[in-house]
Each structure stands twice: as C-alpha cells, then as structure tokens.
T-cell receptor, first 116, second 110 residues
Framework: DAGITQSPRHKVTETGTPVTLRCHQTENHRYMYWYRQDPGHGLRLIHY???????DKGEVSDGYSVSRSKTEDFLLTLESATSSQTSVYFCAISEFGGGVGNQPQHFGDGTRLSIL | QQQVKQSPQSLIVQKGGISIINCAYE??????FPWYQQFPGKGPALLIAIRPDVSEKKEGRFTISFNKSAKQFSLHIMDSQPGDSATYFCSSGNTGKLIFGQGTTLQVKP
C-alpha cells in the first residue's frame, strides 16, 4: 500500500468551528489531492497540489483552503465548518501529473467528518 | 463542469456470473481512464486503467472495453466472486486531474 496517512480518522465538531485535516505521505510524490465523497456524487476534487506551495482549486473548493509547506504534508482547512461539509474526506497522491506519464492516484483511508 | 456518468448505481450478480459497469465521458481531451475498487471503511484502490489508443485491456478477471468514438468505456468482471463485492468507480481525466463517476455498488451472491 502507498504510504499515506490521514489524520484524524474520525472527527465530530460543531458548526462555525475551524477544522484542519492532515495528509502525510512517505512516497515523495509530487502531486497530492483532497477529495470529498458523498452518496450519489462519487469523489469530487476539492483542491490539489503539484508541488510545495503550488496548489490549485478543484470542482468543489468553496469553503476550503489548503497548504503544502513540505513535500510530505498536505493540509485541508475548513475555516468555519458548516453542516454541508459533513462528508468523508480522502487524500490521494500521484507521482506525476498528466500527459503520457499519467500516473494513477493512490488514496488514503479517509477521514470521516461530522459537523453538527 | 465535465461529467462522467456511471451506470448502474447498484448491481447484484450470482457467483460465477459476469458483472458489467458502464461509463460515459464528455471531454475528448481525456487520455486516462482508470477504474477504482473501494471496500467499506477503506480508500479507493486502483483496479485497472486504459489509455485511448487501445480498445481493450485485460488483467486477470477484469477487462476494460473502450469505445473512443462513443466516448464510453466499461468494466467487465468475469467469474464474479463474493470477494468482488465492493463499490466501483470509473474515472477519466488528464493533466493530473481525474473526474469520477457516481459509483456502482456490486453485490455478488454466493
């Protein structure tokens, strides 16, 4: 299995509080991704990173911010959590990006976040 | 937003049967089409992937069929086993980003 650790694995918090999820990899892969998984929607990309301090928005980025200060760590922050952000969050990593060298994304085991 | 449409939403197959899941994509620039398998409580795991320069790829009991002109691709699971019971996601993309289908929950009955 790819060396991806997500923390925490479970979290319950209240509306309006800040929340930070961490993804840590030991593979030295360049690309890192944050997805959310909701029934009927599959996996939707929130933000991704193509290098240290290089990030870009995904499909559902509103209400989320990210930071990547080291190759191995990618943080997802909900500045003021809302009930609509209750979801399972997955981190993924990939050695390369697009083109002929398209590489598969490998996923962590997720963080289940409940916002009451 | 480009979509990937996956069907059926759920599927029940008898042991030894063939499971077929279909996906359709919109963006002709997509050049990578992986399928993922997910068990409860775990992250998705890459199952098999195909690029648009081939029409079929087979790995063991799993086969991807790809129709570039129709912008469709499908996963066939031959000799389905109870251990194949999981949720399957198709995806497609390029430039390092993937768009995922909505998922298919497969149940293989003994």
């Amino acid at each position: 299995d790819a060396g991806i650790t997500q923390s925490p694995r479970h979290k319950v918090t209240e509306t309006g509080t800040p929340v930070t999820l961490r993804c840590h990899q030991t593979e030295n892969h360049r690309y890192m991704y944050w997805y959310r998984q909701d029934p009927g929607h599959g996996l939707r990309l929130i933000h991704y990173s193509y290098g240290v301090k290089d990030t870009d928005k995904g499909e559902v980025s509103d209400g989320y911010s990210v930071s990547r200060s080291k190759t191995e760590d990618f943080l997802l922050t909900l500045e003021s959590a809302t009930s609509s952000q209750t979801s399972v969050y997955f981190c993924a990593i990939s050695e390369f990006g697009g083109g002929v060298g398209n590489q598969p994304q490998h996923f962590g085991d997720g963080t289940r976040l409940s916002i009451l | 937003q480009q979509q990937v449409k996956q069907s059926p939403q759920s599927l029940i197959v008898q042991k030894g049967g063939i499971s077929i899941i279909n996906c359709a994509y919109e963006n002709t620039a997509f050049d990578y089409f992986p399928w993922y398998q997910q068990f409860p409580g775990k992250g998705p795991a890459l199952l098999i992937a195909i690029r648009p320069d081939v029409s079929e790829k087979k790995e063991g009991r799993f086969t991807i069929s790809f129709n570039k002109s129709a912008k469709q691709f499908s996963l066939h699971i031959m000799d389905s086993q109870p251990g194949d019971s999981a949720t399957y996601f198709c995806s497609s993309g390029n430039t390092g980003k993937l768009i995922f289908g909505q998922g298919t929950t497969l149940q293989v009955k003994p």
